[in-house]
């Protein structure tokens, strides 16, 4: 029943990655809680930064990124989005995928 909000637990295997892709029209919040995770970011994953257990992290909406799971454990963290039917505005972004390792 939520009209501008979407949360859910994410877990990411070791080794584990998603594709590179975007939210079009919403703002992400993401806080970890266990396990490491690398986000490569920018219009053409030109950052890269790395989190543990405890940080946040801010995604813009129409935002470039691809998060990997770098560690031997799985990567647990709470997602936070500003749209209730996040899936629809995902945006899939394959010539981006050569870019990350």
Do not use: F
């Not at 877990?11 to 584990?16: A, D, F, L």
């Not at 975007?22 to 930064?49: D, F, P």
Request: glycine content about 8%.
């Amino acid at each position: 029943g939520a009209q501008g909000i979407c949360m859910h637990l994410l877990t990411i295997p070791p080794g584990g990655r998603a594709r590179a892709h975007k939210h079009a029209t919403h703002e992400t919040a993401i806080y970890c809680i266990s396990g490491t995770s690398r986000m490569y970011w920018g219009q053409a994953l030109e950052n890269v930064m790395e989190i543990g257990p405890g940080d946040l992290l801010y995604i813009p909406a129409d935002m470039p990124h691809l998060p990997m799971n770098t560690g031997s454990v799985p990567t647990i963290a709470v997602i936070s989005r500003t749209d209730p039917n996040e899936q629809e505005s995902v945006v899939l972004l394959p010539h981006l995928e050569h870019l990350v390792p």
